[in-house]
């Protein structure tokens, strides 16, 4: 999906989201040193009401902003005076504020990866770094979170990745990183020791480029994938924090094997549709009228659940996306309970 795809159905996500039911209290004291982090579309913040469930996070990354054709970081439908005002409210909250730089709709095929590209593979990277300072310097935000995947993950992005780290050493803010494991061996240790903390994008394990749709964010695939960071990379425990999909792949096929649809399908839809299912069932296997099935990936509630209480040992929980969860937001409130327990 496109980012303009990615940002309508978040923003629709947001509407159903506003009136929410009430929710415990929260005492983010009890988390300790971890960090529930929460990605949530930079766009919805226009909206006059939403709910990305403040109470919960202790930082709440907005996607995406990136360098544009002015030489300045901005994004879509987003003002400073927007920005600002949504810092302070999460600031009540006693929440951080990060920027997501990038994005997986960031490509060398497009005007915004371009431009990075040409800025990287000169090792000119002070255009970029110098407009991120003045962005955060501006707005008042309390970090950067660094999100580039595929072909922008360039030899020179590590480069990038250590001098932004060294220019903002001795200010204010925060740099964090989203890596997956398919992208993680691209990156010098150097680059990623430079990081405050790394949010690991432990998901996608299947998806609609397989021919069978298997689990896409098991267990075990966390197990592996913090071996990996501590055991190959040397990357402290309390810097990786564990990521979570608040959503699925789902596919529909008829008798004989032919897909009729696939798509990805939000926690909060499969919450709606199979309500007792979406607590403990991280598999659907649905047989249609027609004699075919619908078989849907996701994580259960309790998978969520198990998977916070993992995280109590490392950095804590990152979700993709926020918006994706239930009107009573119950996959935060298993992340902060599975946290805390």
Same mark, same amino acid.
């Given at each position: 999906?496109?980012?303009?795809?990615?940002?309508?159905? &978040?923003?629709?996500?947001?509407?159903?989201?506003?009136?929410?039911?009430?929710?415990?209290? #929260?005492? +983010?004291?009890?988390?300790?040193?971890?960090? @529930?982090?929460? *990605?949530?579309?930079?766009?919805?913040?226009?909206?006059?009401?939403?709910?990305?469930?403040?109470?919960?996070?202790? !930082?709440?990354?907005? =996607?995406?902003?990136?360098?544009?054709?002015?030489?300045?970081?901005?994004?879509? $439908?987003?003002?400073?005076?927007?920005? +600002?005002?949504?810092?302070?409210?999460?600031?009540?909250?006693? #929440? +951080?504020?990060?920027?997501?730089?990038?994005?997986? !709709?960031?490509?060398?095929?497009?005007?915004?990866?371009?431009?990075?590209?040409?800025?990287?593979?000169?090792?000119?990277?002070?255009?970029?770094?110098?407009?991120?300072?003045?962005?955060?310097?501006?707005?008042?935000?309390?970090?950067?979170?660094?999100?580039?995947? /595929? %072909?922008?993950?360039?030899?020179?992005?590590?480069?990038?990745?250590?001098?932004?780290?060294?220019?903002?050493?001795?200010?204010?803010?925060?740099?964090?990183?989203?890596?997956? *494991?398919?992208?993680?061996?691209?990156?010098?240790?150097?680059?990623? #020791?430079?990081?405050?903390?790394?949010?690991?994008?432990?998901?996608?394990?299947?998806?609609?480029?397989?021919?069978?749709?298997?689990? !896409?964010?098991?267990?075990? !695939?966390?197990?592996?994938?913090?071996? *990996?960071?501590?055991?190959?990379? /040397?990357?402290?425990?309390?810097?990786?924090?564990? /990521?979570?999909?608040?959503? /699925? =792949?789902?596919?529909?096929?008829?008798?004989?094997? $032919?897909?009729?649809?696939?798509?990805?399908?939000?926690?909060?839809?499969?919450?709606?549709?199979?309500?007792?299912?979406?607590?403990?069932?991280?598999?659907?296997?649905?047989?249609?009228?027609?004699?075919?099935? #619908?078989?849907?990936?996701?994580?259960?509630?309790?998978? @969520?659940?198990?998977?916070?209480?993992?995280?109590?040992?490392?950095?804590?929980?990152? &979700? =993709?996306?926020?918006?994706?969860?239930?009107? %009573?937001?119950?996959?935060?409130?298993?992340?902060?309970?599975?946290?805390?327990?």
């Amino acid at each position: 999906m496109n980012v303009r795809g990615l940002i309508l159905t &978040a923003v629709a996500v947001v509407f159903a989201l506003t009136g929410c039911l009430t929710r415990p209290e #929260t005492d +983010k004291t009890a988390l300790g040193e971890r960090r @529930i982090v929460g *990605y949530f579309p930079a766009a919805a913040i226009a909206l006059e009401q939403y709910n990305p469930g403040l109470e919960y996070l202790t !930082h709440i990354n907005l =996607w995406f902003f990136n360098y544009d054709r002015k030489g300045e970081i901005s994004s879509p $439908r987003v003002s400073t005076l927007m920005l +600002k005002r949504f810092i302070a409210e999460a600031h009540g909250e006693q #929440t +951080k504020v990060f920027v997501s730089i990038g994005g997986g !709709h960031v490509t060398a095929r497009t005007e915004a990866g371009r431009r990075y590209l040409t800025l990287f593979r000169e090792k000119n990277f002070e255009p970029i770094i110098e407009a991120l300072i003045r962005f955060a310097d501006s707005t008042g935000i309390d970090g950067i979170d660094l999100d580039f995947e /595929g %072909d922008m993950m360039v030899p020179e992005y590590s480069d990038f990745i250590i001098e932004l780290a060294d220019a903002i050493a001795d200010k204010p803010y925060q740099l964090s990183g989203a890596f997956g *494991y398919w992208g993680a061996r691209k990156m010098r240790d150097a680059a990623v #020791t430079s990081f405050d903390f790394l949010n690991l994008m432990i998901y996608n394990e299947s998806g609609l480029f397989d021919k069978e749709l298997k689990d !896409h964010s098991s267990f075990a !695939h966390v197990e592996k994938t913090v071996a *990996y960071w501590q055991n190959q990379r /040397g990357i402290d425990r309390s810097k990786l924090v564990i /990521g979570v999909p608040f959503y /699925g =792949w789902q596919r529909t096929v008829d008798a004989d094997g $032919r897909i009729l649809n696939e798509g990805s399908i939000t926690y909060r839809e499969i919450s709606e549709n199979y309500p007792e299912q979406s607590l403990n069932s991280d598999f659907l296997t649905l047989p249609t009228e027609e004699g075919g099935r #619908t078989v849907i990936t996701f994580n259960s509630l309790d998978l @969520i659940r198990k998977k916070s209480h993992y995280a109590r040992s490392f950095g804590g929980i990152m &979700a =993709w996306h926020i918006a994706q969860d239930t009107p %009573d937001l119950s996959l935060l409130q298993a992340v902060y309970l599975g946290l805390i327990d």
